[in-house]
């Protein structure tokens, strides 16, 4: 199959009508259904239907319209790769992607710490939520990404390679002069009758799973769309917050955080693909792994679970 029928499908999906994925790409209207019409002889199902303002791809076209990216992704991916090397030297930027708790402190001081050790290379930071970031590695767009398993969790995925960095404890920030400042490690039952704020889904999971243990309920009356206005709300007084520790030195100074009695925890990991890793990716993994014992070593208890990498083996997620 070529990969310019590919293309075309997938344009076909994203703009929802074939007279617009013709304009786009400079084809007729009956050149873009031709392809189309061979695809689906070629795979024997339909790949699209027809509905009232369009067309939209079958269930089937559905599980062909993501592979096909993916596929896509790589062979550009190849392509800028050739460019790039010249003759010879490999000058393609170094992707890396981070929670925002973690590009905010040791992601940084990772990639200092790796310039200084290789010199001047160019790299780009992208901040994102994990399972955006999974998928990116996964498509081709980031060479190493650090994340977490907080809820939903990571999933096992054969494409990737995860190795685990350390166990963070989660802290609660409060505003400075919040009288429970400077008095941690605080039990839940104290903080249970607080108004909480968060900013996804998966930190609010470990609040409501920690304020269970105790026997009490956490209520977040607040809720932010990011993790700096997530931080703001706490600034100003109108909430407290659960937040990594990992991010404790990197908070802004109006706000100040408390650790809590049997904390809730979240992983933190590295992953990378399989295929095609950068030259500066595992000296980069070796880097986050300094930056992270240096907060705080990776404690016994934890037991990491599928493909994890200990942390002083060989760099892998």
């Not at 303002?53 to 790769?81: K, N, Y």
């Not at 001047?120 to 998928?135: E, M, V």
């Not at 986050?288 to 997620?317: E, N, V, W, Y």
Request: aromatic share 2%; net charge neutral; glycine share 8%.
């Amino acid at each position: 199959m070529e990969l310019t029928v590919w293309r075309t499908f997938v344009t076909v999906c994203r703009l929802g009508s074939l007279s617009a994925a013709a304009a786009e790409l400079h084809h007729t209207q009956s050149a873009v259904s031709r392809q189309i019409a061979g695809l689906e002889r070629q795979l024997g199902v339909p790949l699209i239907e027809r509905h009232a303002r369009g067309v939209r791809p079958t269930p089937a076209g559905e599980v062909f319209r993501h592979h096909a990216l993916a596929t896509l992704s790589e062979a550009d991916r190849a392509v800028r790769a050739v460019r790039e090397a010249g003759d010879g030297a490999f000058n393609r930027p170094l992707a890396v992607g981070a929670t925002p708790s973690l590009a905010a402190g040791i992601v940084p001081e990772a990639i200092r710490a790796l310039l200084t050790e290789t010199g001047s290379i160019r790299w780009s930071l992208l901040p994102g939520l994990s399972g955006q970031l999974h998928h990116r590695v996964i498509t081709g767009d980031l060479d190493v990404a650090v994340v977490t398993d907080a809820p939903p969790g990571l999933p096992r995925d054969p494409r990737v390679e995860r190795r685990f960095l350390g166990l963070d404890d989660m802290v609660v920030a409060l505003p400075v002069g919040h009288p429970q400042a400077g008095r941690g490690p605080v039990r839940m039952q104290t903080l249970a009758d607080q108004t909480w704020v968060e900013d996804n889904d998966g930190s609010a999971a470990l609040l409501h799973q920690h304020a269970a243990r105790a026997g009490v309920s956490a209520r977040i009356d607040l809720t932010a769309a990011d993790l700096p206005g997530k931080l703001a709300l706490v600034a100003t007084g109108h909430a407290i917050a659960l937040v990594p520790g990992v991010l404790t030195r990197a908070l802004r100074t109006d706000i100040t955080t408390v650790s809590l009695v049997d904390p809730p925890t979240r992983g933190i990991y590295t992953i990378t693909p399989h295929r095609g890793p950068h030259p500066c990716a595992a000296p980069l993994l070796d880097q986050l792994a300094t930056a992270f014992a240096a907060i705080r070593p990776a404690p016994a208890k934890h037991r990491p679970t599928g493909t994890d990498t200990h942390p002083t083996g060989p760099a892998h997620s």
